[in-house]
């Protein structure tokens, strides 16, 4: 295997979702814990289901909380070092020093900070001699006037400085940090790299692992970051090794403390995917030190080392095994406590994310939390939750969906025998690029489910109109409304800027709940129509209320008036992509006007303007082709009740070729997706300007089967049967004609 194939095996994370959507990860570290499961056997803090018997002694005075820690496994061999991942929930000191660890007699236990986020999380690799399975340690933390302990093994912070120095050292697991990269040039050299980690102003998150192979940060956003590496690995045999590098922007490698290979400078990793940037070292058999810095910038993100050992073919690289890594033994913490009793701690999950798939902006995110150690509690015991966005919830485990970015302080309130305790967490929902093992991609129904018991009245103005968006896109349009009425009366003064857009997502809502939405459809698109809306939404808008008057409410004399106001509107408007399809959709609209009300020469005037516009000559023989290929399509996303994706097929088959209209054939699909989704009133209509306009037509008999279905599911019986008789009428023989004759049996027989 080469390195261009390993990577595309551990990184493929990054390249087609890059396009999807534009910048950044996730932060809040929570999900990336997930992943250590397969990487290490289970470094994870949870709670033990079983409780402790008593509250062991307080060993020190001073100290307000800890974690009381057992051996979860214990691994073969020397290895005289335990893992353990502790919540600190911001009650440890910002450098650490407060920590503390005691063995089970309460005596000291060296030990070395992995990673420390102290209103989050810390990761501590202890001594563990003599090591048994539910071996039990102390960890003491929140102390403000906390000396720097002796005990703690200090972790060298300069790039290639090499191991710690200290009477003991863990030498067992290799972690993983990642860090907010401040502004600055590619790193050239190591010194310039470690500037940029001495000035970084936020940690994302950390974790065991047994590799240097990613493809993405899985611990907050996945542009401007640094990677730090560090730990040991155990080196199988002497001999000749050779170690590449293959990293998007800067790589910097050291083992023992001495230079192993760098990639410095803006590059992407292209140039190293098959091994060129390495380094040859003579190697003796045992543990060495190892380190790896990688800092990312935009676009695609990858950090790799890899080797080439003994006997390997020249010029063969690979990954570098996991059995290499060493690993500590895994810890639990069992309880968190302080001197009065239990202490709530939790961490949030973030389980999933839904980015919207007609607008370039918007991310829905979905985060579950879960009180680490329920059990500590009483049965009485409440269990609120504050999401730091103005909802709240209760119970011991609870999802949330976050309805736009940003930083939302996440409050904990446990009520037990009378008295309140709390753990926060200070959660970063950041733009999501990547669909992974740690996030997925969720669906917009689940996350409207848990969003309807939102009180809209205490969403903030950018989080109350994502919340109409998703109500839109989960096809609740009542819902959409009712929220954006709620948006337009809250914030209508403070944001004329987002206003209309939300008026155009109620009257779109409105066009689905029917008859009786047209006329409130009609006035909010009269209202989306401001000074401030922008051009391509102004003359969708237009667009719209042609169809509408035109159409629905059979005013076509008010069409050439409303063209005015399009043409204007675009002259005065800088033309983009979106501005002149906004503008053929109002061209099309007037041609659809005309075909409903029976102008088909005027029609095919409209409709030829619409392909005009495009600019681009398509042959006979390909457009015809391409005609053809539409159908399939739309049936292939009918079979899979992809809706939406049929009706873009749609959408797309009538802008490309307006002129095919006339022949009815649009009409037919579109009523027939509109039916599946139980849409059946504008099912109907255009079904029936579908059998209207193609009589003779291969799809007549589907289309007035479907169209005899909607009017039954319409409670219009009659006009049910009279459309069957038709179907039946037509002396054709397949299975709709066939369905008809039996459907008007079983009528007549009742």
């Known amino acids: 295997m ?4 390993t990577l595309q095996m551990r990184s493929a994370t990054q390249t087609g979702v890059c396009a999807l959507h534009h910048s950044a990860l996730r932060h809040g570290v929570t999900a990336g814990w997930a992943g250590l499961c397969s990487v290490t056997a289970a470094i994870l803090i949870v709670s033990c289901s079983v409780p402790l018997h008593a509250q062991s002694a307080w060993h020190l005075e001073g100290w307000s909380h800890r974690a009381i820690v057992e051996l979860h ?32 007699t309460g005596q000291p236990v060296p030990f070395q900070l992995g990673f420390h986020h102290p209103k989050r999380y810390t990761l501590i690799s202890f001594r563990a001699a ?15 006037n906390a000396k720097p302990d002796a005990t703690q093994v200090r972790t060298p912070t300069a790039p290639g400085a090499g191991p710690p120095q200290a009477d003991w050292i863990p030498r067992a697991g290799m972690t993983f940090s990642t860090w907010k990269r401040p502004p600055g040039d590619n790193p050239k050299t190591e010194k310039e790299f470690a500037q940029l980690l001495a000035t970084s102003p936020q940690a994302y998150g ?142 949030p999950d973030l389980v999933d994310s839904i980015w919207p798939s007609d607008r370039h902006e918007g991310q829905y995110t979905r985060v579950a939390f879960r009180l680490s150690n329920a059990s500590a509690f009483s049965p009485a015991a409440r269990f609120q939750w504050q999401f730091g966005d103005g909802q709240s ?73 994502e919340l109409v968006h998703l109500y839109a896109e989960s096809d609740r349009a009542p819902d959409a409304i009712r929220v954006g009425q709620v948006f337009v009366d809250r914030f209508a003064a403070a944001h004329p800027e987002w206003t209309p857009h939300v008026q155009r997502l109620m009257a779109l809502a409105s066009l689905k ?37 035109g159409i629905e409410k059979q005013q076509p004399q008010q069409v050439p008036a409303l063209l005015k106001q399009v043409e204007q509107t675009t002259r005065n408007s800088r033309t983009t992509a979106e501005v002149k399809a906004a503008y053929r959709r109002a061209i099309n609209a007037a041609g659809d006007v005309a075909l409903w009300n029976n102008q088909p020469q005027q029609a095919r005037n409209y409709y030829r303007r619409v392909e005009a516009m495009r600019g681009q000559f398509i042959p006979s023989q390909v457009r015809a082709a391409r005609v053809g290929a539409f159908p399939q399509s739309i049936r292939s996303y009918l079979a899979e009740a992809n809706y939406g994706a049929a009706l873009q097929i749609v959408d797309e088959w009538e802008d490309k070729f307006a002129t095919e209209k006339v022949k009815g054939q649009t009409f037919f699909w579109r009523g027939a997706i509109l039916s599946a989704r139980q849409q059946y009133r504008d099912a109907s209509r255009y079904l029936e300007r579908s059998v209207t306009l193609a009589l003779g037509a291969a799809f007549e008999t589907e289309a ?12 219009r019986e009659k006009e049910s049967r009279v459309e069957l008789a038709r179907l039946v009428a037509t002396g054709l023989n397949d299975s709709f004609t066939e369905q008809a004759r039996q459907r008007l049996k079983e009528i007549s027989r009742k």
């Open 206 to 347: 950390g974790r065991y692992q047994q590799k240097i192979s990613d493809g993405h940060n899985p611990f907050g956003p996945s542009d401007y970051y640094l990677s730090v590496y560090r730990g040991w690995v155990l080196i199988p045999e002497s001999g000749t090794y050779k170690f590449c590098t293959a990293s998007n922007e800067a790589s910097f490698s050291f083992l023992d403390g001495k230079k192993l290979v760098h990639w410095p400078g803006r590059h992407t990793s292209e140039r190293g995917a098959r091994g060129e940037k390495n380094e040859t070292v003579e190697l003796t058999a045992g543990l060495h030190y190892l380190e790896y810095y990688h800092e990312e910038v935009m676009l695609k993100q990858v950090a790799f080392l890899g080797w080439s050992p003994p006997g390997a073919p020249a010029g063969h690289f690979s990954a570098i095994p996991e059995s290499v890594y060493t690993k500590p033994h895994p810890a639990t913490v069992v309880v968190y406590e302080t001197r009065e009793g239990k202490q709530p701690r939790f961490e």
């Open 130 to 144: 003599q090591a048994a399975t539910g071996q039990r340690y102390f960890v003491y933390f929140g102390n403000a």
């Open 393 to 465: 919830a209760t119970g011991a485990e609870v999802e949330h969906v976050y309805l736009r970015l940003g930083d939302f302080a996440v409050t904990l309130v446990v009520s037990d025998n009378g008295t309140e305790q709390r753990a926060s967490w200070p959660l970063e929902i950041y733009e999501i690029q990547h669909v992974t093992g740690d996030i997925k991609q969720g669906r917009p129904p689940e996350y409207a489910r848990i969003a309807s018991q939102y009180d809209p009245a205490t969403l903030d103005s950018a989080s109350l109109k």
């Open 513 to 549: 709940t029917g008859a009786a939405g047209v006329d409130q459809a009609i006035a909010s698109f009269q209202d989306s129509i401001t000074d401030t809306t922008p051009a391509a939404e102004k003359v969708d808008s237009f667009a719209q209320l042609i169809a509408l008057l």
């Open 73 to 104: 496994e214990v691994l073969e061999g020397s290895i005289d070092t335990a893992g353990v991942k502790v919540l600190c929930n911001g009650q440890s000191q910002s450098d650490g020093r407060d920590i503390r660890v005691l063995d089970a």
């Open 704 to 715: 007035r089967w479907r169209l005899a279905e909607s009017l039954q599911h319409l409670g």
């Open 2 to 5: 080469n390195v261009a194939s």
